[in-house]
């Protein structure tokens, strides 16, 4: 995601392609808000984006979402928030965003003890809070509303006990459609 507006009316639709798979519908609300939606494997989040600045290709952006839904025997509800900084020339854009998100794990079986694939044991200490930085890239195909997007996410964990923290970065690569018109 980018930090331009869509503007009011308007719809932009995403895949993202990584460690999870997400795809990603939003709305302009506006000329400065959109909202949308994102799927990503058996999560859903609710997002939105409001555009600070846009000026002489660049733009600056918030965002805010909040995630929910079921994972490997536990329950997970999250809140994101941060910046987002854009930088557009021609058909070539980039952007780097950064996010705080606090998340709160819960058993759904509060009887059973479920490992999540990094060591977290998330019947004793959930995931309390982490910071994501994303550096995409993307370049618009010629004669065409369709941006191909790829770049790096990294994320730092902080557990409930320090010295488990995880960290690491991730290829995403994906296809994102330009503004497409009411």
Known sequence: ????????????FGVDMSRTQAIRLHRGFGDRLELGIQLETVMITGFSKYTVFDASGFAGALYL??????????AARS???GPI??????????????????????PMDPNSIHDEENG???????????????LMFSLRLPDSKTRLKFGITC???ELIEPSR????????????TSPLRK
């Open 165 to 176: 923290g995880v960290q690491g970065c991730v290829p995403v690569v994906g296809l994102m």
């Open 155 to 157: 994320t730092d964990y």
């Open 85 to 106: 900084i854009s930088y557009s020339r021609g058909r070539f854009d980039v952007s780097l965003s950064i996010r705080h998100s606090s998340v709160d794990y819960k």
């Open 1 to 12: 995601m980018d930090a331009y507006a869509i503007g009011d009316g308007n719809y932009a």
């Open 120 to 134: 977290i044991n998330v019947a004793d200490d959930s995931l309390e809070n982490y910071a994501t930085a994303d």
């Open 79 to 81: 809140v994101q928030a």
């Open 65 to 74: 979402a909040a995630t929910a839904g079921p994972a490997g025997g536990y």
